[in-house]
């Protein structure tokens, strides 16, 4: 129990001091806002709004973000890449081969690979960071 208590203890000193040095600075570098003040509101040289129901589920890659594809068009991108020249997003499989499966067994149960198949593979680490200690 007293190590717990002086996790705790060590942690809200910890950021109660962490607390004081960033009002400090903010304080000392004019950014500190009173919300309860509304002459502390800031100015803005421009306002930009988003509508929140133009935002669509997406899927990029860390490589190219600016290449994003909705989820909805997913399926049909995929398809168009297997199918287009090796290259950026082509991967040139021959029509014939387009449809081919690959079973296998995997502890008594038998699974099927197709193209667009998800697999999720996992490299974890050895370092534990969950524990304070």
């Known amino acids: 129990m007293t190590n717990s208590h002086q996790f705790f203890e060590d942690m809200v000193l910890c ?3 962490r607390i004081d040095a960033i009002s400090a600075y903010l304080k000392a570098s004019g950014l500190m806002r009173d919300y309860s003040d509304a002459d502390s509101d800031p100015d803005f040289s421009e306002i930009v709004e988003l509508d929140l129901r133009s935002v669509v589920p997406s899927c990029s890659g860390p490589k ?18 297997l199918e287009a020249d090796v290259g950026f997003k082509g991967f040139a499989v021959a029509p014939d081969r387009l449809t081919e499966s690959v079973p296998f067994v995997l502890d008594g149960q038998e699974y099927v690979l ?14 534990n960071t969950s524990n304070p200690r």
């Open 15 to 17: 950021n109660i001091s």
């Open 64 to 81: 190219r973000p600016h290449d994003r594809v909705a989820v909805a068009d997913m399926k049909v991108d995929f398809h168009k890449c």
């Open 114 to 127: 197709r193209h667009g198949s998800v697999l999720i593979a996992a490299i974890t680490s050895c370092t």
